[in-house]
């Protein structure tokens, strides 16, 4: 079973607020990933790391940004919230050698 | 033309039927494939992996990889209300000039009525 946590579950804010979506995972695992996903809709890449220090964006632009300092922690944030940042957001993890990645619950994001 | 081209249903099917959910694939450097299985508002979670092709058992599913037709394949058997949830295929070249990404159908939703 994965061990990969990510808070709030859920989120409502106001417009032009900052937030930051917190990842976490006990697995050790050096590969993490962010992907959005509105309801009924693809799951999009928008943010990977291969270890500590190490961030790329992924295939769908966003105005997210994240970072990696620990192996276990993988936050993204937001500075200035708008309406269109509304989605779901995944956070993923995987092992090296490995691309079968395991997924967190999921943060509702819901900017008013 | 997307990379994975996936089914998205909706499927619907009665308790206790065998439930067949398919992917096709563009890219031959592909090895690596998983099927995810998501309910309403939850993240994925992972059901079945296998490399190259071949079938892999577990339970009550079943997967197969063609990789000369280029087509994946989920089945189900006897399935149950439980089942009821959006299937995701994706799959990955093992590291090559992906770095470990995965790409995504676009899943499949499917209903187990009682």
């Known amino acids: 079973e994965a061990d990969i946590y990510q808070t709030p579950r859920y989120l409502v804010i106001g417009t032009g607020k900052k937030i930051t979506l917190e990842c976490s995972q006990t697995m050790g695992h050096d590969k993490m990933y962010w992907y959005q996903q509105d309801p009924g809709m693809e799951l999009h890449l928008i943010h990977y790391s291969y270890g500590v220090n190490s961030t790329e964006k992924g295939d769908l632009s966003s105005e997210s940004t994240v970072s990696r300092i620990r192996t276990e922690h993988f936050p993204l944030t937001l500075e200035s919230a708008r309406p269109s940042h509304t989605s779901q957001y995944l956070c993923?993890?995987?092992?090296?050698?490995?691309?079968?990645?395991?997924f967190g619950p999921g943060t509702r994001l819901t900017v008013l | 033309q997307k990379e994975v081209e996936q089914d998205p249903g909706p499927l619907s099917v009665p308790e206790g039927a065998i439930v067949s959910l398919n992917c096709t694939y563009s890219n031959s450097a592909f090895q690596y494939f998983m099927w995810y299985r998501q309910y309403s508002r939850k993240g994925p979670e992972l059901l079945m992996y296998t490399y190259s092709s071949g079938n892999k058992e577990d339970g009550r599913f079943t997967a197969q990889v063609d990789k000369s037709s280029k087509y994946i394949s989920l089945f189900i058997r006897d399935s149950q209300p439980s089942d009821s949830a959006t299937y995701l295929c994706?799959?990955?070249?093992?590291?090559?000039?992906?770095?470990?990404?995965?790409?995504f159908g676009q899943g499949t939703i499917l209903t187990v009525h009682p």
């Open positions: 993923a993890s995987a092992g090296l050698g490995t691309d079968t990645q395991y």
């Open positions: 994706a799959m990955s070249d093992g590291g090559g000039t992906s770095y470990g990404k995965l790409t």
